[in-house]
């Protein structure tokens, strides 16, 4: 028998088992670095100075050691053990010294210490044949894992949530939550070298083989349940952290128990990539509840009492009592002790989203929305999705109010989210009253504001190959389009370039997509809705009717020719991030603000003699609708002459490129910029201006009663839109 045979390092592990004490080497070893401790002799791996408190190191055989962690995490989470304090059985499984809190960060600690046992299996070849290559170190791992994570979404659930609310007993949370990505990574490291040499290649330099992992842990006879339980052991944590961060727990654990979110749903993401993990779960639960919830547990985080910075609630006496303001505020911000936590989580809820809709055969948003178990709870993260959308499009200024970590990558994920429901024809005619009202307000803006809406820092983190090629695309048109930049400062301005494109690009996206009519897939109601809705709002109040509009149609135009060199018939194959329908949905909606003006301009002495004999009603319709077929052929004609002017003032890439610089970049004097901005920060905290900078549970971004939008939550309603 030979040295490295993996019968030989493995037929003594019954032995050593016997005399292994695991609840030492778990306690004393999961933070160890195993690398250095690791020893060969004869052949055989092992540690040769574990810690025993009080007793003289021991020897320790890895493989005995991994392949008794599994069913040492199952035998613990059943029986309770160890116990602390410790009770009567205790001393009877050990004499170690255990320093763990509960038995829950005991079986948390056995995980990580499997994990790290599996990534040097990786490095060593007859430890990997010894251990990772058993078939029934896989079985009883999965088992272990399912235990683990059906323990946090059942039994545990309510006290690992009721526990992150207060800071005497958040501890209790933090040892359930550290439980769920511990068991997920265990399961990653253990099966990735399933995809061979190359696979374990790839591992040892960080990059796992997740369709490997799959295929290994749903060819388990119970691989099915880690599906569902996978999500809600997830949610919880993440309903943990909001508990958290609405209670009196300190920021360090509300940052803890967020990082255990954040790297379980990191883990449960690689996952989601990979087709055989989708297909099976679509056929485990079509409907596709359990991903569903999870995405709406992240975009409930900033819910009242909460709120995204840099928000917060006020109480409004001229509203409900349930009812709360959105007003603009100076840091720290509510939110602030989790260090960006309730941020990244948000945007790592709108990733997973994407990540989901981007799978076809069946279509996620497809099942999600018109299967009835999920309809309510679709409807549900549309409605929290429009109030994100509203809250990142109306933000302040960075320059007024600072960006917190993790509010960049909420906002980039936000609007690319925003495009994915507003182009999703059983979403989108939920969005047009939401959004239409915010859109309005976004480009009634001063104009020379309006461009701040392109410009903040903005961080990109993709997981999705289809996301990494989005994010490519932007990247070659701004090397297209952009003149060559040399140096630090070059490059971070060619990163502010080419995320100020990106915005750019996702607001004229958005705003296409709540335009377009697709004749057979949309109801006859929602032709032009959202642009008669748009028109609505920026008629109100009728005193200003005129110069909203006129603002309205300046920022259109300048939008559109901002992006007309990335979209045909002007831009290159590099450079196209529009395509032609989204050019031509956007000329058109420029053409139909300009007819609104063109009516709002014309004389106003026989419109109300003629007003005056109509009902209400038709007053209302008169002002918000297009009438007769001379109308509609004035509008056409328009439409055409400012197609003309388009094509014969399209500018090019480098005229576009320095207007987007100059946005960027203008710079006023110091002393009137000084009192530009001062002017800015007494009109976008003054509640009594009309053109104040604040969203509301009950107004977003305006006033004005009669046209607001409730967007209805689970149990109240979370906030409305005012138009």
């Known amino acids: ?118 990534e040097l299996a990786l490095h060593h070849r007859g430890l990997r044949d010894a251990v990772l290559s058993r078939p029934d170190f896989g079985t009883q791992l999965v088992d272990a894992a399912n235990m683990v994570l059906l323990a946090v979404t059942g039994p545990e659930a309510d006290a690992c949530v009721a526990g992150a609310g207060e800071q005497a007993r958040v501890q209790a949370a933090l040892d359930r939550a550290a439980m769920v990505p511990a068991a997920l990574r265990a399961l990653a490291f253990a099966f990735t070298a399933r995809g061979g040499p190359q696979a374990v290649a790839a591992a040892v330099g960080g990059v796992l083989d997740w369709q490997s992992i799959c295929e290994a842990v749903l060819t388990h006879p119970r691989g099915a349940m880690l599906l569902e339980a996978g999500f809600d052991a997830v949610r919880t944590v993440v309903l943990a952290v909001r508990a958290a961060l609405v209670g009196d727990t300190q920021g360090a654990a509300v940052y803890r128990l967020a990082y255990y979110a954040g790297a379980a749903m990191e883990l449960l993401s690689y996952m989601c990539v990979t087709p055989l993990f989708y297909h099976r779960l679509m056929l485990h639960d079509a409907s596709g509840a359990a991903p569903l919830r999870l995405v709406l547990a ?49 945007a790592r809820g709108f990733a997973l989203l994407l990540m989901l809709a981007e799978c076809e055969d069946p279509s996620f948003m497809d099942q999600v929305s018109q299967n ?84 903040d820092d903005i961080l990109i983190n993709s997981v999705s190959m289809a996301s990494l090629e989005v994010v490519r695309g932007y990247e070659r048109a701004a090397a297209a389009a952009f003149p060559p930049v040399r140096g630090k400062a070059g490059r971070a301005l060619r990163m502010g370039q080419q995320l100020a494109l990106e915005r750019g690009v996702l607001l004229a996206k958005l705003l296409v997509n709540l335009h377009v009519y697709v004749e057979g897939s949309c109801s006859p109601e929602l032709k032009d809705a959202f642009v008669r809705r748009l028109i609505q709002v920026l008629r109100s109040p009728a005193a200003q009717a005129t110069q909203r509009l006129q603002t309205t149609l300046r920022n259109l135009q300048s939008l559109h020719q901002l992006l007309a060199p990335f979209g045909p018939p002007h831009a290159g194959p590099d450079q196209q991030l529009l395509s032609e329908i989204d050019m031509a ?58 197609q003309q002017q388009q094509g014969q003032a399209t500018p090019s890439p480098a005229a576009s490129v320095h207007q987007l610089q100059q946005s960027v970049q203008q710079q006023l004097p110091p002393q009137q910029e000084q009192e530009q901005q001062e002017q800015q920060r007494q009109e976008s905290t003054d509640l009594g201006s009309a053109d104040r900078t604040m969203l509301d549970a009950n107004r977003l971004g305006g006033e004005g009663g009669e046209d607001s939008v409730a967007l209805k939550s689970e149990p109240e309603a979370a906030m409305e839109i005012d138009g």
């Open 585 to 642: 949905l956007m000329a058109d909606l420029v053409a139909r603000i300009s007819d609104a003006l063109r009516q709002s301009m014309q004389p106003a002495a026989p419109a109300a003699a003629a007003t005056q004999q109509q009902p209400p009603q038709q007053q209302q319709l008169a002002g918000g609708q297009p009438e007769g077929a001379a109308q509609q052929q004035q509008h056409q004609q328009h439409q055409q002459q400012g």
């Open 1 to 118: 028998m030979s040295l490295h045979d993996p019968r030989r390092l493995g037929q003594g592990f019954r032995e050593d088992e016997d005399q292994l004490d695991v609840f030492n080497c778990v306690e004393q070893l999961h933070a160890a670095d195993l690398h250095r401790m690791l020893s060969q002799e004869r052949g055989e791996y092992r540690f040769n100075r574990v810690p025993r408190p009080g007793q003289a190191p021991v020897r320790v055989s890895p493989v005995a050691l991994a392949l008794v962690l599994p069913r040492h995490a199952l035998g613990c989470l059943l029986a309770g053990q160890p116990a602390v304090p410790p009770d009567a059985d205790t001393p009877t499984l050990t004499s170690a010294a255990i320093e763990s809190t509960s038995h829950f960060e005991h079986i948390a600690k056995a995980l990580t210490l499997l994990t790290g046992l599996c």
């Open 298 to 346: 992240c975009l409930t985080l900033h819910d009242t009492p909460l709120a995204a910075p840099p928000f917060a609630r006020s109480a409004d006496r001229a509203s409900s009592a349930t009812s709360s303001k959105l007003v603009a505020v100076q840091p720290p911000y509510r939110t602030e002790k989790g260090e960006g936590a309730a941020e990244l989580l948000a």
């Open 372 to 455: 009835p178990a999920t309809r309510r709870l679709a409807d549900h993260v549309n409605n929290r999705a429009a109030a994100y959308i509203g809250q990142v499009l109306l933000r302040p200024s960075t320059a007024l109010y600072p960006a917190v970590p993790g509010e960049s990558q909420m906002a980039i994920n936000t609007l690319r989210a925003a495009e994915l429901l507003s182009d999703d024809s059983n979403f989108r005619a939920g969005l047009i009253p939401l959004l239409a009202p915010t859109a309005a307000h976004l480009l009634a803006s001063d104009p020379r504001r309006f461009p701040l809406a392109l410009e």
